[in-house]
C-alpha cells in the first residue's frame, strides 16, 4: 500500500484514474453480483474502529482487524497484526489462509487513528484474493482493492487519513482524495447513506464534495434523460450524423456511441452505477434496464 509524504510531499489531486476506477466497480459487481454487492449495505461504523491513545497497542490492532474481518464478510479468516519499519503505509502475505500477517509501518505506534484505514486496505487484498478478482498489473490491483475498500464500506477510512497543512501532509492509498469521494459517493448514491458524517478531516470532506459532484456527472451525460442542454443538443447532431454516415468512427470523448445494425441504430453507453455497457434501440424516450446492476434508465435516445 503506498502513502503521501507525512512531511510536506505533494499530494496528487484530481480524477487521473478515473476509468481504471470505473472499470473496477464494474469488476466488482461482475464477480459479487448485484446481490452481494448489495450485502455490504451498512458501512462500517466509527465505534467500531475507534482506536484511542490509551488503546493497548496490539490488543486494539487486533480488535480493529477482527471488526474489519467481519465487515468485509471474512469469516474463516484471521489476521494478525504486526508493526515493523518499512517504506510504504502497510503490508499483507497473501497465503491460503485461514491466518494472514499483516505489518503496519512503525510510525502507527503513535498515529493510532489511522490503524483502521491502513488495515482496511490491507484486509480488502484478502478479501480480493479469496474471491480471486485481480486485474493486470500491481497499480491496476491496488487502484481495484482502494475502490472496492471504498464501495463495500471501509474505504471512508481511507479519505479520513488524508490530512494536509502548510507543513505537512498525509494520504493513505492509491486513489487521490477526489478519487476516494467518487467511490464513496457513487456508493451513497446506490444505498442512500451520506458517509461525510464520519470525517474528522477537513480535507477529506472538501474531497468528497468534489468527488460527489463528479459521480452526480454521470447521472447527467447523455442519452439520460437527466443530460443538460448542452449535452441533449450535441447528442442530437452526433445522433444525425451517424443515421448520415453508417459506419463512422467512434469519437472516443464522447459518452456514448452509435450503431447501425439490421434493427436500425443503436446507441450504447455506460451505466452510470456500475459502468457496464449498454445498448439500446435509438427511438425517442424510453427506459432501458442495465443487465448486470439491474438499475432502471430514464433515457431520450
Same mark, same amino acid.
Given at each position: 500500500?503506498?502513502?503521501?509524504?507525512?512531511?510536506?510531499?505533494?499530494?496528487?489531486?484530481?480524477?487521473?484514474?478515473?476509468?481504471?476506477?470505473?472499470?473496477?466497480?464494474?469488476?466488482?459487481?461482475?464477480?459479487?453480483? !448485484?446481490?452481494?454487492?448489495? $450485502?455490504?449495505?451498512?458501512?462500517?461504523?466509527?465505534?467500531?474502529?475507534?482506536?484511542?491513545?490509551?488503546?493497548? !497497542?496490539?490488543?486494539?490492532?487486533?480488535?480493529?482487524?477482527?471488526?474489519?474481518?467481519?465487515?468485509?464478510?471474512?469469516?474463516?479468516?484471521?489476521?494478525?497484526?504486526?508493526?515493523?519499519?518499512?517504506?510504504?503505509?502497510?503490508?499483507?502475505?497473501?497465503?491460503?489462509?485461514?491466518?494472514?500477517?499483516?505489518?503496519?509501518?512503525?510510525?502507527?505506534?503513535?498515529?493510532?487513528?489511522?490503524?483502521?484505514?491502513?488495515?482496511?486496505?490491507?484486509?480488502?487484498?484478502?478479501?480480493?484474493?479469496?474471491?480471486?478478482?485481480?486485474?493486470? /498489473?500491481?497499480?491496476?490491483?491496488?487502484?481495484?482493492?482502494?475502490?472496492?475498500?471504498?464501495? !463495500?464500506?471501509?474505504?471512508?477510512?481511507?479519505?479520513?487519513?488524508?490530512?494536509?497543512?502548510?507543513? $505537512?501532509?498525509?494520504?493513505?492509498?492509491? !486513489?487521490?482524495?477526489?478519487?476516494?469521494?467518487?467511490?464513496?459517493?457513487?456508493?451513497?448514491?446506490?444505498?442512500?447513506?451520506?458517509?461525510?458524517?464520519?470525517?474528522? $478531516?477537513?480535507?477529506?470532506?472538501?474531497?468528497?464534495?468534489?468527488?460527489?459532484?463528479?459521480?452526480?456527472?454521470?447521472?447527467?451525460?447523455?442519452?439520460?434523460?437527466?443530460?443538460?442542454?448542452?449535452?441533449?443538443?450535441?447528442?442530437?447532431?452526433?445522433?444525425?450524423?451517424?443515421?448520415?454516415?453508417? /459506419?463512422?468512427?467512434?469519437?472516443?470523448?464522447?459518452?456514448?456511441?452509435?450503431?447501425?445494425?439490421?434493427?436500425?441504430?443503436?446507441?450504447?453507453?455506460?451505466?452510470?452505477?456500475?459502468?457496464?455497457?449498454?445498448?439500446?434501440?435509438?427511438?425517442?424516450?424510453?427506459?432501458?434496464?442495465?443487465?448486470?446492476?439491474?438499475?432502471?434508465?430514464?433515457?431520450?435516445?
Amino acid at each position: 500500500m503506498s502513502e503521501g509524504s507525512g512531511g510536506g510531499g505533494p499530494v496528487v489531486h484530481g480524477f487521473p484514474h478515473l476509468d481504471a476506477v470505473r472499470s473496477a466497480i464494474t469488476a466488482l459487481y461482475r464477480r459479487l453480483s !448485484l446481490e452481494g454487492v448489495r $450485502s455490504y449495505a451498512a458501512s462500517l461504523s466509527p465505534a467500531e474502529v475507534a482506536f484511542s491513545d490509551v488503546d493497548d !497497542l496490539y490488543p486494539g490492532a487486533q480488535r480493529v482487524a477482527g471488526a474489519l474481518v467481519r465487515h468485509l464478510r471474512l469469516p474463516q479468516a484471521r489476521v494478525v497484526v504486526g508493526f515493523r519499519r518499512m517504506e510504504h503505509a502497510a503490508s499483507v502475505e497473501l497465503t491460503a489462509g485461514p491466518e494472514y500477517f499483516v505489518e503496519l509501518n512503525d510510525r502507527f505506534r503513535t498515529h493510532r487513528r489511522d490503524i483502521g484505514a491502513a488495515l482496511a486496505h490491507e484486509i480488502t487484498h484478502v478479501l480480493l484474493h479469496r474471491l480471486g478478482l485481480e486485474l493486470p /498489473g500491481t497499480r491496476e490491483n491496488e487502484i481495484l482493492t482502494d475502490t472496492v475498500t471504498a464501495y !463495500l464500506g471501509a474505504g471512508w477510512l481511507l479519505l479520513d487519513a488524508f490530512r494536509q497543512d502548510a507543513v $505537512s501532509s498525509q494520504k493513505l492509498g492509491y !486513489l487521490t482524495p477526489e478519487e476516494f469521494g467518487y467511490v464513496l459517493a457513487k456508493r451513497a448514491m446506490v444505498f442512500g447513506e451520506d458517509p461525510s458524517v464520519w470525517f474528522t $478531516s477537513p480535507q477529506a470532506y472538501t474531497a468528497y464534495t468534489r468527488g460527489r459532484a463528479e459521480a452526480l456527472r454521470d447521472l447527467q451525460r447523455p442519452p439520460l434523460t437527466a443530460a443538460g442542454w448542452a449535452g441533449r443538443r450535441r447528442y442530437a447532431k452526433e445522433r444525425r450524423l451517424a443515421g448520415d454516415r453508417p /459506419g463512422a468512427g467512434r469519437d472516443p470523448s464522447l459518452p456514448y456511441a452509435f450503431e447501425t445494425g439490421a434493427e436500425g441504430l443503436r446507441v450504447s453507453f455506460t451505466c452510470p452505477v456500475c459502468h457496464q455497457r449498454v445498448r439500446v434501440p435509438v427511438r425517442g424516450r424510453t427506459r432501458a434496464r442495465c443487465g448486470l446492476c439491474r438499475t432502471v434508465l430514464e433515457c431520450d435516445t
